[in-house]
């Protein structure tokens, strides 16, 4: 049965069962694999995107579950990878092996959209389902305060 | 030996027109390193016409950092512009590039030299076909990022157009070629792009489990539960009708778990559908003589085997037991440590392709020399049959040491000729089939005399094994510490026979050893009414060398990380409210000398919060990449209170119990340190590897400094198991 979703603003239809994971569609039958497969069970956040802009974890979220809906992932984050958050994981070096590093910044990214300049503890909310296995969790913290900063930056430019 | 052979260039060579800077060079240039075949610059450095460079990077990367950090020492004695600079992972082939493994925290010491001297060999060869065009000296010539120049007639011509002449001149002798004074060093030492970081903040498909070739199927590989049982029959017919199964079949295995289990292969035309189908799988195992094996019966032989007297001696200086009957005080205390998992985040995979005899692999090994090896006696296949491709991998930690992934692709896509395979376990796989971290069982008796200095030691160590023959990972060196610091010291061992698989993991043996040994320095410091840093500088004594080859242990350089960790930690001048405390603890392992703060705090709940880590280490000349390097500290900080509070595996009717990341958990960002201070002191030493010696202190720091908060020693891991949990 086909079913239809948007994935980073484009259409697509895919025929797979409907408890196929929205990770496996994404991953083995778009040709997307930004989105990383950890541990299957919702437990380590490698696989999250956003659903309509909310963090989901696409290991455990039926593609039946999105059926009519928008998919975003990390491959469609921003236009040339230059989201305010990509950027402050370049300048401070966040990954190592970098696997979950996907998982982290949509998480991330999602909170900053709600929460402009969220707070250590409000961070640290947020990114609990985030398992970072190398331990990179000090510069997760401080890349998304200047994520943050580089967005209210930018408001603050387009608004002068 | 004099270099006689000719260079010569492969112009021709490469679609975009670069050319292969390089060529032969004599025998006997493999710097530092057994005969082999000689290793040529050209291996390593590509320049095209455009003054573009490609370097290749030859040893796996797994996150320590080292596709950037190995092509930055060739590119800073080649003097380099690092933005000029692309590079390119190698594929296995350790004739031409030299050993390509990444574990011991060795492979920067075991480049360092070699490659700094293929950098200096390229530079020479460009700056000598400049000297030829010109027809002036070599000596009065000078590079810089990327371009040779020639002060005093103001000549300047880039690399590019240099490459094509270099390449027909004669050979330089890497064992003779001048290297760089360190001063002068441009890129080692400065945090430069890392090589795949916008590629992974993108989400572009670098990583092994991305890997994927035309036509490819996937397949799973369901093993015993029980260690090295086997499969004696399954429904494979019932699998075969299930949706996208290409086929199912039983694998006899080769009896060793390391290489080639027994077990079921599902192949299907996406991983999906073969990891589903198994839930539909039904097997008759013989689980074999392991199924009995569990860790409550360990636990209780072990308390048994304490009461006995040790099987065997593994160190015994002075008189151990006299000096423990005439100290001042003494102190007996037990400790446990349990086995525990890698869990790395990429779950085990690798993609093969068999076809006309020849066997590919594109796989995420920490060895993949020794996964050939594997695959060619697993196969039976020649060496010169199989291509190893090395890809990026979603952490490694020691368990990519084995290649047991590696083997059953290699065995499945066999049976596929021509059909290439994508092997990939699920966690539940990856948790339950690992080579963990052996636990392990310390009784501890230490005396001091009535100044307060440690001058008794003994430990019986239960440990795992056979007889003398410790299994992987779990044995204790003759050297380690205290060892050679306390005159009267014995060491003795028990093993306990066990069917699990044991292997490395970041820092093997010392992340056990050194939460034991520091821990236990510290209940005799408190024994002894000594300042524990300040009893830990006495047992150092003078800044010397103490022991010879491979027990040889600098008491000067570990005085000095911890006497820089003490005044960088305020240690014992800061007042801290109550139910806050500071501990330490140092180790010495991989080339490395650590020493770490932790300040803690326990509330009435047993809640422990891990306000700050302070660490110094000294890994020697040079820290190539800092940004890097602190990453590794910092993250092995964040390992080891993973291993501290909550990791254990447990064994119950010779299977894994847990199964996943809720069973084995690992500190997420609000249990992270908010604060790590990480400094290097930088030694008259080569410069060594960084990925393990941070791990091993901070455990013992961490339980040291709960006892400082609390008053309650832990003497037994994880701290959940002792009523602990995080804040």
């Not at chain 2, 291996?43 to 950090?69: C, D, H, R, S, Y």
């Not at chain 2, 908010?674 to 339980?703: R, W, Y």
Request: hydrophobic share 40%.
């Amino acid at each position: 049965m086909a079913i239809r979703l948007n994935v980073n603003g484009k259409p697509v239809s895919v025929d797979v069962p409907a408890n196929m994971p929205l990770l496996w569609v994404l991953r083995d039958e778009l040709e997307q694999c930004g989105t990383k497969f950890g541990c299957g069970a919702g437990l380590c956040g490698a696989c999250t995107v956003h659903q309509d802009g909310v963090p989901v974890r696409s290991c455990v979220t039926p593609v039946s579950a999105v059926a009519g809906k928008s998919v975003t992932t990390i491959e469609g984050l921003s236009p040339n990878a230059n989201h305010p958050l990509q950027q402050a994981w370049l300048e401070f070096d966040v990954p190592q092996c970098g696997y979950c590093q996907a998982g982290q910044i949509m998480t991330a990214a999602a909170l900053l959209e709600k929460n402009p300049k969220p707070t250590d503890a409000e961070i640290d909310a947020a990114m609990d389902g985030n398992l970072c296995r190398c331990g990179t969790y000090t510069r997760i913290r401080k890349a998304i305060h200047r994520a943050a900063e580089l967005t209210r930056a930018a408001k603050t430019n387009r608004e002068e | 030996m004099k270099s006689t052979r000719r260079f010569f260039l492969q112009v021709s060579a490469g679609a975009t027109g670069s050319l292969v800077l390089g060529g032969g060079i004599a025998q006997a240039q493999r710097p530092g390193r057994p005969a082999g075949p000689p290793i040529l610059p050209s291996a390593f450095i590509q320049i095209a016409p455009t003054g573009m460079v490609t370097l290749t990077a030859k040893n796996p990367e797994m996150g320590q950092g080292i596709k950037t950090a190995l092509p930055m020492i060739i590119a800073d004695e080649l003097d380099l512009d690092w933005k000029m600079v692309t590079v390119v992972q190698a594929d296995l082939n350790e004739a031409k590039y030299g050993s390509q493994s990444a574990g011991g925290s060795r492979s920067t010491p075991n480049n360092w030299d070699l490659l700094r001297r293929v950098g200096a060999a390229g530079r020479l060869m460009l700056v000598t076909a400049a000297a030829e065009a010109w027809s002036v000296p070599v000596a009065e010539l000078s590079t810089e990022l990327g371009r040779v120049h020639h002060k005093a007639s103001g000549r300047s011509v880039g690399y590019g157009e240099l490459a094509a002449t270099a390449a027909t001149l004669p050979a330089p002798d890497l064992n003779k070629v001048k290297l760089k004074d360190p001063k002068d060093y441009k890129l080692i030492g400065k945090s430069l792009p890392i090589v795949d970081l916008p590629a992974m903040v993108s989400g572009k498909p670098i990583y092994s489990i991305d890997f994927k070739l035309p036509g490819m199927l996937y397949a799973t590989f369901e093993k015993c539960p029980v260690f090295n049982g086997k499969a004696v029959s399954a429904n494979l017919d019932e699998i075969k009708a299930l949706p996208g199964i290409k086929t199912a079949f039983l694998v006899e295995g080769n009896g060793d778990v390391s290489s080639l289990a027994s077990g079921v292969a599902i192949v299907a035309s996406k991983w999906w559908y073969a990891n589903e189908a198994r839930k539909k799988l039904k097997v008759e195992w013989n689980e074999g003589p392991n199924a009995t094996h569990s860790t409550a019966a360990y636990n209780a032989k072990a308390q048994e085997l304490f009461a006995q007297k040790p099987a065997f001696s593994i160190r015994k200086d002075g008189d151990p037991e006299a000096a423990l009957a005439a100290a001042a005080k003494t102190v007996d205390a037990k400790y446990t440590f349990p086995f525990i998992s890698h869990a790395q985040l990429e779950p085990g995979n690798c993609t093969a392709k068999f076809e006309n005899g020849k066997l590919e692999l594109w796989a995420p090994s920490q060895t993949p020399g020794r996964g050939l090896q594997m695959a060619s006696q697993a196969l039976g296949l020649p060496p010169a049959d199989i291509t190893v491709h090395q890809l990026r991998t979603g952490g490694g930690f020691g368990r990519r040491l084995a290649n047991d992934y590696l083997v059953e692709a290699a065995w499945i896509a066999k049976q596929l000729p021509g059909t290439p395979v994508k092997l990939l376990w699920n966690r539940e796989d990856d948790m339950r089939h690992d080579f963990y971290r052996p636990g392990g069982y310390q009784h501890m008796r230490g005396g001091v005399d009535a100044a307060g200095k440690l001058v008794a030691w003994h430990d019986h160590f239960v440990s795992f094994g056979e007889g003398d023959k410790f299994v992987s990972s779990s044995n204790i060196a003759p050297g380690e510490f205290p060892a050679q610091f306390v005159p009267n010291f014995g060491v003795e061992a028990t093993l306990i026979p066990t069917g699990v698989p044991t292997g490395p993991l970041r820092a093997p043996r010392s992340n056990s050893l050194a939460w034991v040994i520091h821990s236990f320095i510290d209940e005799l410091a408190h024994a002894a009414g000594k300042d524990p840093v300040q009893f830990r500088l006495d047992l150092l004594g003078e800044p010397r060398v103490v022991g010879k080859g491979m027990e040889a242990y600098n008491a000067g350089r570990m005085r000095a990380v911890l006497e820089s960790v003490a005044e960088r930690s305020g240690w014992g001048k800061r007042k801290l409210p109550k139910g806050r405390g500071m501990g330490v603890g140092f180790h010495y392992s991989h080339s490395g000398y650590f020493a770490e703060v932790a300040e803690v705090s326990v509330d009435a709940q047993n809640r422990v919060k891990v306000h700050k880590v302070w660490a110094v280490g000294d890994v020697g000349s040079q820290i190539i990449h800092p940004s890097s390097a602190a990453n590794q500290v910092e993250g092995a900080i964040i390992d080891g209170l993973s291993e501290l509070m909550n990791q254990e595996i447990t064994i119950a009717k010779g299977r894994t119990v847990q199964s996943n990341y809720h069973q084995h958990q690992a500190v997420r960002m609000k249990q992270a340190p908010p604060e790590i201070d990480v400094h290097f002191i930088k030694s008259d030493n080569p410069p060594t590897g960084l990925g393990e010696p941070p791990l091993p202190p901070l455990l013992p720091a961490v339980s040291n400094a709960i006892f400082a908060a609390c008053g309650k020693r832990v003497r037994t891991l994880p701290l959940v198991k002792e009523g602990f949990r995080w804040a």
